[in-house]
């Protein structure tokens, strides 16, 4: 044995590991790699030494320390598949007006560390089952598909999928070679690439122009009996909503991957909900609304919560800081201890039901009712 030889990551079997599956959790990245013109994938492990316990389409939030003392939180639909599960991997795609994104691809390196909530969400075969899937996505919204095909290659690769993956040139198609390579190990297995336009350096043979009706047809006959799910700009998602449903579709077998915030009770419906309260009475267009008052109670503040305002917005007012990244219900990152009182929660699935049971609410889509008291 060479004496000379250490090793940083000691070999262990996977029964002698435990599952990373706590609300809270430290990453160590491990790798990087460029997909595309500002696209990258960021690789971590566990500081635990576990193993990483989540559905294919799960996403996690990350806190980035953009600054020491206001870093900011960004969710990130996971890449990887949990049939590998001692790492996991995020795919992210940096805009101009990128804050969090632009830091990681300037600044995150192996070896540093982020924070870590999640996973959460429900966007995943495993929520929705079907004899047979279409994926669709454009851009970064491929990660999704990617962790599910990935998944199906490892552990089912019989399983009937038809992908088509949207962008606007060849370059900007990610995962392709991946995609290709899977294919023979997936005989149910079809691929369909579509880009808005290219040039004669990439050779491009495929269809070119905007998703519709014709090239879904095309690429996926069979499209009326299959389980969708589409992910990709709002737009684009609006585009493929549209088109399925002008065709026919059933559209309780479509399902995608929105970060738009929950629709949220306008004042008047608040005020009725909130007129068992005390002193409250009935309410009508002559009557005033009650403004509750939030006390956060490690801060030691309190203040009225303005009809219609969330328990994070009252914080923020209050100068509580609770942590959120998505502020549309979905990634759980500002999930606090309601000790007493009253909210209307309007979430999108970042809570689990559980977690409501035991007094948790979402501070982003919570909206008092009632006096309430919040730990934070």
């Known amino acids: 044995m060479d004496q000379g030889r250490t090793s940083a990551s ?4 996977f029964d002698e590991l435990q599952p990373w599956n706590d609300r809270q959790h430290l990453l160590e990245c491990i790798a990087v790699t460029t997909e595309a ?3 990258m994938t960021f690789v971590f492990k566990s500081d635990r030494d576990g193993w990483f316990r989540y559905l294919p389409g799960q996403f996690v939030t990350l806190e980035i320390p953009v600054t020491a003392d206001d870093p900011v939180m960004r969710t990130y639909t996971l890449s990887s598949t949990p049939s590998r599960p001692f790492s996991i991997a995020v795919t992210v795609k940096a805009q101009a ?9 300037e600044n995150l390196r192996p070896g540093m560390t982020l924070k870590a909530f999640g996973p959460l969400g429900d966007f995943s075969f495993v929520r929705y089952p079907g004899e047979k899937y279409l994926f669709v996505s454009a851009g970064s919204g491929i990660t999704p598909m990617m962790s599910m095909t990935r998944w199906f290659s490892d552990c089912a690769p019989q399983t009937d999928v038809a992908f088509i993956s949207c962008a606007r040139r060849p370059d900007d198609l990610l995962f392709r070679r991946e995609l290709e390579t899977l294919s023979p190990g997936m005989p149910n297995l079809s691929l369909g690439f579509v880009v808005e336009g290219h040039e004669p350096r990439h050779g491009w043979h495929g269809l070119r122009g905007r998703i519709d009706a014709a090239k879904v047809a095309l690429l996926a006959p069979d499209f009326l009996s299959r389980t969708v799910f589409c992910c990709g700009p709002e737009p684009f998602m609006r585009g493929v909503r549209e088109m399925l449903q002008a065709s026919g579709f059933d559209m309780a077998r479509y399902h995608e991957e929105s970060f738009q915030p929950a629709a949220a009770p306008n004042v008047d419906e ?3 909900r909130a007129g068992a309260g005390e002193g409250a009475g009935e309410t009508d267009g002559d009557q005033p609304v009650v403004a509750p008052i939030v006390t956060f109670t490690m801060a030691g503040k309190e203040a009225k919560c303005v009809p219609g305002q969330t328990v994070l917005q009252t914080a923020r007012a209050a100068g509580v800081r609770i942590g959120a990244a998505c502020e549309g219900g979905l990634c759980g990152t500002c999930r606090v201890m309601k000790i007493s009182g009253e909210v209307e929660m309007n979430h999108n699935g970042g809570i689990l039901d559980e977690e409501v049971e035991e007094g948790y609410i979402l501070a982003c889509c919570s909206r008092p009712l009632t006096d309430v008291q919040i730990e934070a």
């Open 10 to 13: 000691p070999f262990r079997h």
């Open 97 to 105: 007006t990128s804050i969090g994104t632009r830091w990681m691809f």
């Open 270 to 272: 608040l005020a009725v």
């Open 37 to 39: 013109p500002d696209v």
